[in-house]
């Protein structure tokens, strides 16, 4: 991606922060406007970034830690999103009162209008802040998704089982203690559920109550009746829980449904302000001055430059150089010299 950008228009301007700010700069850059007022305002906008570094920072800083908002809402709209994509949307809320509070104090006419598009999403943070584990599975059928304390029923779910789990866990140490077997181990599978893990080595001192599960190379694996009868409570509480907590995620997925239109309304906005503050950077670092725009018919450049050459030039400088065209006497411009002179280079500027 890096490599096709090199070389273009996009890769000295594209200094966004956000996956939404570059697709919106790149549609900046296909569609360019014509509406002065407009050029003025977004003109107006990137000088109030660079006449404010602090604050430009302090947001752009802010932006780093926002995901994509519009394929989040893209997902939550389609019912696709999982325990990952809605902690990656509480934590890009969780910026948004401070990028608002950067952009009051910036005043202008855009940079207010996009403050005021700018939802703070509190409510939508609270939802996700109180019911979701702050590192949930990628799957939403498997359990883990919900915190303790959202639902009453799913905790005392959780609850009747800890016992049993607490047996479970402490059955390997109890039993090498029990039958002297001292490499048993106790583990799970999918197919088998629970079992304990014998060697051959200590075949002789295999108890009566197990009962054999499986037989592998080096080892048997066995089954007692009470660890039977813990595991099957264990996984029926399990599959409960698991259906449980999918329910409960896909309510809290559906209430977040309903606010798809702010969110994206949101987006779109912060994606504006992202262009504006990378053009913003991109201005000081490289010594741009900002144009004056009119509904004239004079085009006046003053030590024109252009921006890709100039910063892949390796050795040397890139020679500036004045334009001037209008509607009268000076409409026509004819561009001589020998190959490799600058001729297009000059055009293309």
Not at 46 to 59: A, E
Not at 190 to 206: A, C, H, P, Q
Not at 264 to 283: G, R, Y
Not at 284 to 289: C, G, Q, S
Request: hydrophobic share 35%; glycine share 8%.
């Amino acid at each position: 991606f890096e490599k096709k950008l090199q070389g273009s228009l996009l890769g000295v301007l594209d200094k966004t922060n956000t996956a939404m700010g570059s697709r919106k700069m790149k549609q900046w850059l296909r569609e360019p406007l014509k509406d002065v007022d407009l050029i003025n305002g977004r003109l107006e906008g990137v000088q109030l970034f660079l006449d404010y570094p602090i604050q430009r920072n302090n947001i752009r800083e802010c932006l780093k830690q926002v995901y994509d908002f519009e394929r989040l809402a893209g997902r939550i709209a389609t019912g696709k999103a999982n325990g990952r994509d809605l902690i990656a949307l509480k934590e890009s809320c969780s910026v948004l009162p401070e990028i608002r509070y950067e952009l009051q104090s910036l005043g202008g006419n855009l940079l207010s209008e996009l403050h005021n598009m700018i939802s703070p999403l509190e409510d939508v943070f609270e939802i996700i802040d109180r019911g979701i584990v702050d590192e949930p599975p990628y799957t939403v059928k498997e359990g883990g998704l919900i915190k303790p304390g959202f639902s009453r029923e799913l905790d005392d779910l959780k609850a009747s089982i800890a016992d049993a789990q607490h047996w479970i866990a402490s059955l390997e140490g109890s039993e090498r203690e029990r039958t002297g077997i001292k490499n048993l181990k106790v583990g799970f599978n999918k197919v088998f559920g629970y079992y304990l893990e014998v060697t051959k080595s200590y075949y002789d001192l295999i108890p009566e109550d197990y009962i054999r599960k499986q037989t592998l190379v080096n080892c048997e694996r066995f089954i007692t009746p009470e660890l039977k009868e813990t595991e099957r409570l264990v996984l029926n509480a399990e599959t409960e829980i698991n259906r449980l907590e999918y329910d409960l995620f896909c309510e809290m997925r559906d209430q977040l449904r309903l606010r798809i239109g702010e969110i994206q309304k949101t987006s779109a906005a912060i994606a504006a302000v992202d262009v504006l503050a990378a053009f913003a950077q991109v201005s000081e670092k490289n010594d741009y001055r900002r144009p004056e725009i009119d509904g004239g018919d004079v085009i006046s450049i003053e030590k024109g430059r252009h921006p890709v050459i100039e910063t892949t030039i390796r050795d040397g400088i890139f020679v500036s150089n004045d334009t001037y065209l209008d509607r009268d006497g000076s409409n026509l411009m004819i561009i001589t010299g020998p190959n490799m002179s600058g001729k297009s280079t000059y055009m293309r500027q």
